[in-house]
């Protein structure tokens, strides 16, 4: 009678492992094995049964081992999530802790590298706001870990509420914190070789983005960031002091003398010149601060202080630290354009006042080696003035042009002589500020050079020039003819004068005043009639000279 086989599929179940001994037990061998055996066929059919029996067994209970060697339960899974998160080693590698990793290794270096150039104060802001980031990271990572050693209830258990963590519910809590950490990472990338302004505006690119999440991370981490760049502006703007110590700002200063300091004094750094602060407004913010160093120390003036607490009062805030920050561009503009004004003012009213240095800066120069004749007709003439008046509006530098030289300097000279400042004066009617001056002096000297002494681009003013030249030298002919004529003419007065008195005594010789068609000749009548004709022509080819040589060189001096 054939032997049962056992139940395989009881034995082998996905839930529950069943041990290799009570599957052997199910294996009986009867006690006429050695008949069985003898009976040749029936008993080999038996043995090769029981082997294979043997045989699927042994791979179950193989499987059952690898199975408890690797399953883990999800409880396992989230509390090895929460340790990646941290950047501790778990069993899984997550993308949020690897970003974590990054952020933080940046901090750490950042800040035991400080103080130090390459750091900064910015520099020193960017990590502090990235930590404070962090801090707000693990006080989230603290919660979850702590409702992680909460069980996961069974489905059939009521599980509609419980601080229980499973990992749909940890990828929810986890999006917020990746989209902020993976920024983090990619500003901390980009700003590595960047310090000062130039890493916030590199800061600043990234925050131009219309998910509202993403713009108030930005919006919040900047405003930390450019702290420390928006104290120095007001620093400069208000006060004149250049606080930056580690060359972070966008102006530049140097030590030099009195005289070069509004020219060479400071300068605008464009490269630490942030995309949120306009070309423009640094420009003025550069200029505010210079010219509250030049009436400081050229001056010697302290009235800037005043001017700069209106335009504080004006702009409508405060000198309290922290007031201008990131996003506040229009505050920080106001603020700009109010003490521009104001010092402005105070700078202009400053020279009106103290006019009597301008007379000192010119006895100062290469005039204080002429003589007192000279220096005496020099004269500052200060004309009335208003709200808004420029320098040029107010001065007039005045040459007193005495006998002789009051011949040669006549007022229709002057005049003439005026015209060439007038296109000087007009540009510096249109000048916004001293640069713009200064950029018109150097203009109208050029001006001046280029026309005094002439270089190989001047062909315009060579052919002028020659014209003109030879003009004066026609009217130096005239003016030798017309010597000669009247020498002539004086001459053979006196002696036909001569020849009256002495009309009774006989001719020994003949000259060339009796000769036919000379003046003297013709008689006295003749003569004056001669001498008429004579002046008329010359008058009418002078004429014809200055009408000329006066159009040439208006032409010319337009040049």
């Keep these: 009678m054939p032997m049962p086989m056992p139940n395989l599929s009881s034995a082998v179940s996905p839930l529950k492992v069943t041990p290799l001994m009570p599957l052997l037990s199910m294996i009986s061998i009867p006690s006429s094995l050695p008949k069985m055996i003898r009976l040749g066929k029936m008993g080999f059919s038996w043995f090769q049964k029981t082997t294979k029996i043997l045989r699927e067994i042994s791979f179950m209970e193989f499987g059952n081992l690898v199975k408890e060697e690797n399953e883990v339960t999800e409880e396992v899974l989230v509390k090895d999530v929460l340790y990646a998160c941290q950047g501790i080693d778990g069993k899984k590698l997550c993308e949020l802790g690897w970003l974590f990793r990054k952020v933080k290794g940046y901090i750490s270096q950042s800040m035991g590298g400080f103080p130090a150039e390459d750091v900064g104060t910015v520099g020193l802001a960017f990590c502090t706001a990235l930590q404070d980031e962090l801090s707000e990271y693990y006080k989230l990572l603290a919660v979850l870990e702590a409702q992680s050693m909460n069980p996961i209830p069974l489905v059939s258990e009521n599980a509609s509420s419980g601080n229980y963590l499973f990992l749909m519910r940890?990828?929810?809590?986890?999006?917020?914190?990746?989209?902020?950490?993976?920024?983090?990472?990619?500003?901390?990338?980009?700003?590595?070789?960047?310090?000062?302004?130039?890493?916030?505006?590199?800061?600043?690119?990234?925050?131009?983005?219309?998910?509202?999440?993403?713009?108030?991370?930005?919006?919040?981490?900047?405003?930390?960031?450019?702290?420390?760049?928006?104290?120095?502006?007001?620093?400069?703007?208000?006060e004149g002091e250049l606080e930056d110590i580690?060359?972070?700002?966008?102006?530049?200063?140097?030590?030099?003398?009195?005289?070069?300091l509004w020219r060479e004094g400071y300068q605008l750094h464009a490269g630490m010149l942030p995309m949120f602060i306009s070309q423009s407004i640094a420009q003025r913010i550069l200029r505010t601060g210079k010219s509250i160093n030049f009436?400081?120390?050229?001056?010697?003036?302290?009235?800037?202080?005043?001017?700069?607490?209106?335009?504080?009062?004006?702009?409508?805030?405060?000198?309290?630290?922290g007031d201008l920050g990131y996003g506040e561009t229009d505050a920080l503009e106001s603020l700009v354009m109010e003490a521009a004004k104001r010092i402005d003012k105070h700078l202009l009213d400053v020279i009106y006042k103290s006019y009597g240095l301008l007379e000192s800066a010119i006895r100062s120069s290469n005039a204080q080696y002429d003589g007192p004749d000279i220096l005496?007709?020099?004269?500052?003439?200060?004309?009335?003035?208003?709200?808004?008046?420029?320098?040029?509006?107010?001065?007039?530098?005045?040459?007193?042009?005495?006998?002789?030289?009051?011949?040669?300097?006549?007022?229709?000279?002057?005049?003439?002589?005026?015209?060439?400042?007038?296109?000087?004066?007009?540009?510096?009617?249109?000048?916004?500020?001293?640069?713009?001056?200064?950029?018109?002096?150097e203009k109208y000297l050029h001006s001046i050079v280029e026309k005094s002494l002439p270089g190989e681009r001047s062909q315009t003013l060579y052919k002028s020039l020659f014209v003109l030249f030879d003009l004066i030298l026609q009217f130096r002919s005239h003016a030798d003819q017309l010597y000669e004529r009247i020498h002539e003419i004086q001459a053979r007065t006196v002696e036909s004068s001569s020849n009256s008195r002495d009309k009774n005594k006989p001719r020994q010789t003949k000259d060339k005043s009796s000769e036919p068609?000379?003046?003297?000749?013709?008689?006295?009548?003749?003569?004056?009639?001669?001498?008429?004709?004579?002046?008329?022509?010359?008058?009418?080819?002078?004429?014809?000279?200055?009408?000329?040589?006066?159009?040439?060189?208006?032409?010319?001096?337009?040049l």
């Design 170 to 238: 940890l990828s929810v809590w986890f999006a917020e914190p990746m989209v902020k950490m993976r920024l983090m990472a990619v500003l901390v990338d980009k700003c590595k070789a960047l310090r000062g302004g130039a890493m916030a505006g590199a800061i600043h690119l990234h925050a131009q983005h219309g998910d509202p999440l993403v713009h108030d991370f930005m919006r919040r981490l900047l405003r930390r960031v450019c702290f420390p760049l928006f104290e120095m502006v007001r620093s400069w703007v208000l």
């Design 517 to 558: 068609g000379s003046w003297i000749s013709e008689g006295r009548k003749a003569l004056t009639q001669r001498a008429i004709e004579f002046l008329q022509n010359m008058g009418q080819d002078l004429d014809a000279l200055a009408t000329e040589y006066k159009s040439l060189l208006e032409d010319f001096l337009a």
């Design 246 to 260: 580690f060359a972070e700002f966008f102006i530049v200063g140097q030590p030099v003398k009195a005289e070069s």
């Design 295 to 321: 009436l400081s120390v050229c001056c010697d003036d302290r009235g800037w202080a005043e001017a700069a607490t209106e335009a504080v009062a004006a702009a409508g805030v405060t000198t309290r630290r």
């Design 376 to 441: 005496d007709r020099l004269r500052v003439k200060m004309m009335p003035h208003g709200i808004g008046d420029c320098g040029w509006d107010v001065f007039s530098l005045e040459y007193d042009a005495r006998v002789p030289l009051d011949t040669v300097f006549t007022e229709s000279v002057m005049i003439s002589l005026g015209g060439v400042v007038v296109q000087f004066s007009n540009e510096m009617e249109v000048a916004k500020d001293l640069d713009d001056l200064l950029a018109a002096h």
